[in-house]
C-alpha cells in the first residue's frame, strides 16, 4: 500500500515526511512563488493515490487478501519545520495549528462519507477550471472556527 501511495507524492513534488501507523504525513513546500500549481499537485497526487489504492483493493479482494479503507485530507497554510523533540530523542517534522486541522479534516472523511476532503483555503486557491463539491460548515475539534470542506 505505501508503493501505491508515495509513489504520487514524490512524483508530484511532495515529501513523506512520517509514517503514521497505515498512513503518512506529507507536504507539499511553497517556499517561493504561487501556491496554485503546489496545491493543483497535491489534488492530482491525492487523486492519483485513491486510484492507486482502489486498483489494488480490487487485486487483493480477487485472491481472497484484506483490503485498505483510505481517507485523504488536503489543506494549506504555514507551519513550523524542523527538529523537534527532546535532547535524546528528535524528529525532522512539520508542527502548528494547520497540522492539526488537516488531522482534524482527515477524521471529517468518514462522517461525511468521502475519501479525500479539502479545507477552504487549500480549495481557494486551485486553478478555476477544479470542480469541487461543499460538504458544508464543520466545527473541527479543538479548532475556533467552523471550515467549509470541499470533495471532489
Known amino acids: 500500500y505505501f508503493d501505491a501511495m508515495v509513489g504520487p507524492v514524490l512524483s508530484a513534488g511532495g515529501q513523506v515526511l512520517k509514517y503514521l501507523g497505515d498512513g503518512f504525513l506529507a507536504v507539499f513546500g511553497v517556499a517561493t512563488g504561487s501556491e496554485i500549481?503546489?496545491?493543483?499537485?497535491?489534488?492530482?497526487?491525492?487523486?492519483?493515490?485513491?486510484?492507486?489504492?482502489?486498483?489494488?483493493?480490487?487485486?487483493?479482494?480477487d485472491a481472497g487478501l484484506p483490503v485498505m479503507e483510505l481517507d485523504i485530507a488536503l489543506h494549506l497554510g504555514d507551519v513550523l519545520y524542523g527538529n523537534?523533540?527532546?535532547?535524546?530523542?528528535?524528529?525532522?517534522?512539520?508542527?502548528?495549528?494547520?497540522?492539526?486541522?488537516?488531522?482534524?479534516?482527515?477524521?471529517?472523511?468518514?462522517?461525511?462519507?468521502?475519501?479525500?476532503l479539502m479545507s477552504d483555503?487549500?480549495?481557494?486557491?486551485?486553478?478555476?477550471?477544479?470542480?469541487?463539491?461543499?460538504?458544508?460548515?464543520?466545527?473541527?475539534?479543538?479548532?475556533?472556527r467552523e471550515q467549509e470542506l470541499f470533495s471532489v
Open 37 to 61: 500549481p503546489v496545491c493543483a499537485r497535491g489534488l492530482d497526487a491525492a487523486r492519483a493515490i485513491l486510484d492507486n489504492v482502489r486498483k489494488l483493493n480490487v487485486e487483493r479482494s
Open 84 to 116: 523537534v523533540g527532546s535532547a535524546n530523542r528528535l524528529d525532522f517534522t512539520v508542527i502548528g495549528p494547520v497540522v492539526n486541522e488537516a488531522s482534524r479534516i482527515e477524521v471529517m472523511c468518514k462522517r461525511l462519507g468521502k475519501t479525500l
Open 121 to 144: 483555503k487549500f480549495v481557494r486557491v486551485l486553478p478555476e477550471t477544479t470542480s469541487v463539491i461543499s460538504m458544508g460548515r464543520h466545527r473541527l475539534r479543538g479548532v475556533k
